[in-house]
């Protein structure tokens, strides 16, 4: 609870605090295969993994075409729910950690013991939905035809998420590779590299060290 205090109201937290407590798990940088290590091999019961701190990336393959998602402190994991292999279409997961991760493994026992405050499950269950609304976000901007508003759309998406206010416009702290960004988007790397000169000559989206950007566009003009 300490560690995610919006999960419960604060009238809540003094008993849960002493009930709520998860296993975890730490992930390094690089690949990660969440089905390995320290994680059991069935997971009846469990609500699911919940990031506390840091920053992965999931990579979704489907016959040779890729598409990622960024996920960070807050988001609920279910790796084991994958495609099983009834589908028509083959798919596979691939995980990558940005940077140290910590993860709380909300297993079959916390799950018992969070059984006693519903309103835990249910900011889960909305976490989860917003989750779905922010793919739904990525899918309508690889609908633009033009690079700049994809990019544009994205950043502003990802300020949304992790962005901080500052004197010199929105500061956004994550390590992006042109790569992922590619990815993202659904543009081609050699797009996303020249487009982004382009918004960067504009003032627009400005990249400030590796793990550092800077949004200056005024959030009511238009994307294109």
Same mark, same amino acid.
């Given at each position: 609870?300490?560690?995610?205090?919006?999960?419960?109201?604060?009238?809540?937290?003094?008993?849960a605090?002493?009930?709520?407590?998860?296993?975890e798990?730490?992930?390094?940088?690089?690949?990660?295969?969440?089905?390995?290590? /320290?994680?059991?091999?069935?997971?009846?019961?469990?609500?699911?993994?919940?990031?506390?701190?840091?920053?992965?990336? !999931?990579?979704?393959? &489907?016959?040779?075409?890729?598409?990622?998602?960024?996920?960070?402190?807050?988001?609920?994991?279910?790796? %084991? /729910?994958?495609?099983?292999?009834?589908?028509?279409?083959?798919?596979?997961?691939? %995980?990558?950690?940005?940077?140290p991760? !910590?993860?709380?493994?909300?297993?079959?026992?916390?799950?018992?013991?969070?059984?006693?405050?519903?309103?835990?499950?249910?900011?889960?269950?909305?976490?989860?939905?917003?989750?779905?609304?922010?793919? *739904?976000?990525?899918?309508?901007?690889?609908?633009? !035809? #033009?690079?700049? &508003?994809?990019?544009?759309?994205?950043?502003?998406?990802?300020?949304?998420?992790?962005?901080? +206010?500052?004197?010199?416009?929105?500061?956004?702290?994550? *390590?992006?590779?042109?790569?992922?960004?590619?990815?993202?988007?659904?543009?081609?790397?050699? *797009? +996303?590299?020249?487009?982004?000169?382009?918004?960067? #000559?504009?003032?627009?989206i400005?990249?400030?060290?590796?793990?550092?950007? &800077?949004?200056?566009?005024?959030?009511?003009? *238009?994307?294109?």
């Amino acid at each position: 609870m300490d560690e995610d205090p919006a999960l419960l109201g604060n009238h809540e937290r003094p008993l849960a605090r002493r009930e709520l407590i998860a296993r975890e798990l730490l992930v390094r940088t690089g690949a990660w295969t969440p089905l390995t290590d /320290d994680l059991p091999r069935a997971f009846d019961g469990w609500l699911g993994l919940l990031v506390l701190d840091g920053l992965l990336v !999931r990579q979704t393959e &489907v016959n040779g075409l890729r598409c990622s998602e960024l996920l960070g402190p807050g988001d609920l994991l279910r790796p %084991w /729910d994958e495609t099983g292999t009834e589908a028509t279409l083959e798919s596979s997961a691939h %995980w990558r950690a940005l940077q140290p991760t !910590r993860i709380a493994l909300l297993d079959a026992g916390f799950a018992r013991r969070a059984a006693r405050w519903p309103a835990l499950t249910a900011e889960l269950l909305q976490r989860t939905v917003a989750r779905s609304r922010s793919l *739904s976000v990525l899918l309508a901007l690889t609908q633009a !035809r #033009r690079a700049d &508003v994809r990019l544009r759309t994205l950043f502003w998406h990802l300020a949304d998420r992790w962005g901080r +206010v500052t004197p010199n416009g929105i500061v956004l702290p994550l *390590s992006l590779t042109h790569d992922l960004i590619a990815q993202l988007t659904g543009l081609r790397r050699p *797009s +996303v590299s020249l487009t982004l000169g382009e918004l960067e #000559r504009a003032g627009e989206i400005v990249r400030v060290g590796r793990a550092r950007w &800077v949004l200056t566009t005024p959030r009511g003009s *238009s994307p294109a």
